[in-house]
């Protein structure tokens, strides 16, 4: 690893390790030298990521929690940085998904989306950041978007939402603590196979759609989410801050589609 | 009409105006009390679509000029606002396409469109702002499209043309606001008109946009005239500097074909 990317002697956390885009990316930022904290409820699933990490030469450490429960968070963040003597980075990867048509939605169902996915962000970027103030190096927090972030979609609104409160609890972090040299950028993923979307890959012509307004016409691999996650942590990312990073092959910045056959 | 958003005795320029989306730019600006100059290159066309405002009582004079000769722009507002004593309203809405594949793209494209696109309106407002700042009240609103802010294929220079007139939009607004003229970008998506012809002749091509677009139809004309007689009106006084995107959510959303 170049030295300008290398994570060597960092501490990075990263929410949502267990499965998904969070398991890659948490074994990419263990490649890249970083010891790694995986957080996620699954405690099995985290155990196996954990050793796949350490099989593979890499150092990390697990901790099984459940992220809409604040004390659990703040608890077991401080313990964290306590025990390891640091945290570098902040990976707010871990998020939920909900289809609701908005007519037929329920408060609760908003309320749990919003928890997970921005008050959960919020809570992790809050200890993280005292631990990185605390410690004078300065620190990388990188909230993971969506699309979404910036662009609606039907039956998604709660989504949309959170995604979107991402961006704007984003700037806000890097407007207060830029002058700690913390800096908190977004990644804005497309359309990724993973385990997670299952079920909107088996929905007949899904694929086919999604590809069809796609500049690079595919979906992506999860380990392209990878290389701008090892940037953002990095020092070769030292300057920027703020910024929404779109990683979806195309899609937010152009107009595509396919004729009919 | 309330007065806020009435332009009675204020003198407006359109460009492009006959045809399309410029016509009905011109008709809601003259509706809303304005002389209206209408321009376009063709002279022939410009007058009939002129005469048929004028037959519903409208206030419109023509200017007929070519917006890629730049001594043309000049001489034009120049007599316009001369001969008026004022001019309170520049619509730049005329503009040219272009599609070529990059492998197959000519320079000579390029300038064209750059030349049209930006060149031209960039002198337009120049030439509009003195006959403005002087009075400390002004509405440039430069047209771009739903391509001043997403990329298409095989459109290089088109887009490049667009997106620059954003920026030439927002560089006005902050060098002339504190002159009390602004400058704002309408930026229409899809629209059912005459020079849309050759595209929605391809098999699919309608169906192929709308399928991305929430409301699930193309702009109807007239759909585009409404916006920008609120953007040159007193009710936008604190607006500057803003692309307001007439597209049905086009660009804002993510809709998929398959999508029920």
């Not at chain 1, 990867?93 to 997970?116: C, H, K, Y």
């Not at chain 1, 996650?229 to 107009?255: C, K, M, N, P, R």
């Not at chain 2, 607006?239 to 993510?254: A, K, P, S, Y």
């Amino acid at each position: 690893m170049l030295e300008l990317f290398s994570l060597k002697d960092k501490v990075a956390v990263i929410t949502g390790a267990s499965r998904g885009l969070g398991r890659p990316m948490a074994k990419g930022l263990a490649a890249a030298g970083a010891h790694v904290v995986l957080i996620a409820r699954d405690e099995a699933r985290l155990n196996e990521v954990r050793d796949e990490i350490v099989a593979a030469g890499g150092e990390a450490t697990i901790l099984p929690i459940d992220l809409t429960d604040e004390e659990a968070i703040r608890t077991g963040i401080r313990r964290i940085g306590h025990e390891l003597g640091r945290v570098d980075i902040c990976v707010n990867n871990a998020g939920i998904i909900n289809w609701q048509p908005v007519l037929d939605s329920d408060v609760e169902d908003f309320e749990r989306v919003m928890d997970t996915n921005v008050k959960a962000t919020f809570i992790m970027s809050q200890e993280c950041a005292a631990i990185m103030r605390a410690g004078g190096r300065g620190g990388r927090i990188i909230n993971i978007g969506s699309i979404l972030s910036t662009l609606g979609r039907a039956k998604l609104h709660a989504y949309c939402a959170s995604k979107s409160a991402i961006v704007g609890l984003t700037r806000s972090l890097a407007a207060e603590l830029g002058r700690e040299n913390i800096t908190a950028n977004v990644i804005a993923p497309g359309y990724f196979v993973s385990d997670i979307n299952a079920s909107l890959t088996s929905r007949p012509g899904y694929m086919e759609a999604v590809s069809g307004v796609t500049p690079m016409e595919r979906w992506g691999e999860p380990e392209e989410l990878v290389g701008t996650l090892i940037y953002l942590a990095s020092a070769a990312s030292s300057f920027v801050t703020g910024q929404v990073i779109h990683v979806d092959g195309g899609i937010e910045a152009t107009f595509t589609f396919q004729l009919a056959a | 009409m309330t007065e806020r958003f009435s332009l009675k005795g204020q003198v407006a320029v359109v460009t492009g105006a006959s045809r399309g989306l410029g016509f009905e730019m011109a008709r809601a600006v003259a509706e809303s009390g304005a002389r209206v100059y209408m321009t376009a290159r063709g002279r022939d066309q410009l007058e009939q679509s002129a005469a048929t405002l004028r037959e519903a009582g409208l206030d419109v004079r023509t200017s007929a000029f070519d917006l890629s000769d730049g001594d043309e722009c000049v001489r034009a507002i120049r007599e316009i606002g001369e001969a008026e004593g004022r001019l309170d309203i520049l619509v730049n809405n005329a503009g040219i396409n272009a599609w070529e594949p990059l492998a197959e793209a000519k320079t000579s494209t390029w300038d064209s469109v750059i030349r049209t696109n930006v060149r031209g309106p960039y002198l337009l407002c120049r030439e509009a702002a003195r006959f403005m700042v002087p009075k400390g009240y002004g509405r440039l609103v430069n047209v771009g499209s739903a391509l001043a802010v997403t990329g298409r294929e095989k459109i290089a220079a088109y887009v490049s043309s667009k997106h620059g007139l954003a920026g030439m939009t927002r560089a006005l607004a902050a060098e002339l606001g504190p002159k009390g003229v602004t400058c704002n970008m309408m930026a229409p998506g899809y629209f059912l008109t005459e020079i849309n012809t050759s595209i929605l002749a391809r098999p699919g091509y309608e169906r192929g946009v709308s399928g991305r677009i929430p409301l699930g139809r193309w702009g109807d004309p007239e759909e585009a005239g409404g916006v920008v007689a609120f953007m040159v009106s007193k009710a936008a006084s604190y607006m500057n500097g803003h692309i307001l995107v007439v597209d049905g959510g086009l660009t804002e959303t993510f809709v998929l074909p398959v999508d029920s």
